[in-house]
């Protein structure tokens, strides 16, 4: 089986997020709660099935410009796998439950968002 979702607008960065962190650790505290039921609506909204078994995850970065690296910016995959536990489309995000994550990065200045596709994989993998 294999689903799809896309979340609007972009996530914070990694800087972003330790900021935050450092400033007050309940202002770290609320920008995750935030961005995970951010990527838990999106979910909910575009009926993602739910996965049993063990699965990829890949990951579409669309950024508005090239200025954050790249890492900072696929760090957010952590909002969006605990998302993905909350709607209840993932049973975990452990390594039991992902075995791959791949992420991908483009730009589009009109259009920022995050394209995430969710794929079973072979257990005997």
């Not at 330790?18 to 709660?33: F, I, Q, T, W, Y």
């Not at 609506?41 to 579409?60: C, D, K, S």
Request: aromatic letters at 6%.
């Amino acid at each position: 089986m294999r689903a799809g979702m896309v979340i609007e607008g972009r996530f914070p960065s990694l800087n972003d997020y330790v900021d935050a962190e450092r400033a007050n650790r309940h202002v770290g505290a609320k920008m995750k709660r935030r961005e995970t039921a951010r990527a838990e609506a999106a979910a909910i909204a575009q009926g993602l099935p739910r996965f049993a078994g063990p699965v990829a995850v890949r990951f579409l970065w669309v950024e508005p410009n090239r200025r954050r690296d790249l890492d900072n910016v696929a760090f957010a995959k952590k909002f969006v796998l605990d998302g993905l536990v909350a709607a209840g489309v993932l049973e975990g995000d452990g390594q039991r439950h992902v075995v791959a994550l791949q992420d991908c990065f483009e730009v589009d200045p009109a259009n920022p968002r995050v394209m995430v596709e969710v794929v079973d994989v072979d257990p005997g993998r």
